[in-house]
């Protein structure tokens, strides 16, 4: 069963999201996503990943501590700039073998 985690920002803030995988488990070689969109809707309006190969942080994700499955996401104002404020649906999600599993999910509100 995934965390549920809700939070608000205001548009031009920037703003970190920290995640502990509870249990605690190792996510050495993970792909990992971190995805905001609108409400109903599958499209996702902002991406942040890490994977084998893609540097710590280069997208907005890094592993805080790959032996216990700690994350944190940062949502910089350029890169959430072009979201009207209202409510997103926000998703943590791990990808192997083709298959998702979603770690987290909630609700990002953006205020003015």
């Known amino acids: 069963m ?5 939070f608000s920002l205001c ?20 792909s990992v996503q971190y995805t905001l969109s609108r409400r109903n809707d599958a499209t996702a309006m902002y ?13 907005g994700l890094t592993v805080l501590n790959s032996g216990q499955g700690w994350f944190r996401v940062t949502l910089n104002t350029s890169g959430i700039s072009g979201l009207v404020e209202g409510n997103y649906a926000s998703k943590l999600t791990r ?11 909630g609700f990002l509100k953006l205020t003015p």
């Open 11 to 30: 548009r031009n803030e920037d703003g970190t999201i920290t995640f502990y995988l509870v249990p605690a488990q190792p996510v050495g070689g993970w």
């Open 47 to 59: 991406t942040a990943s890490i994977a084998s190969g893609i540097t710590n942080g280069a997208s």
């Open 95 to 105: 990808t192997d073998s083709g298959r998702v599993t979603t770690m987290a999910e």
């Open 2 to 6: 995934p965390i549920i985690q809700n």
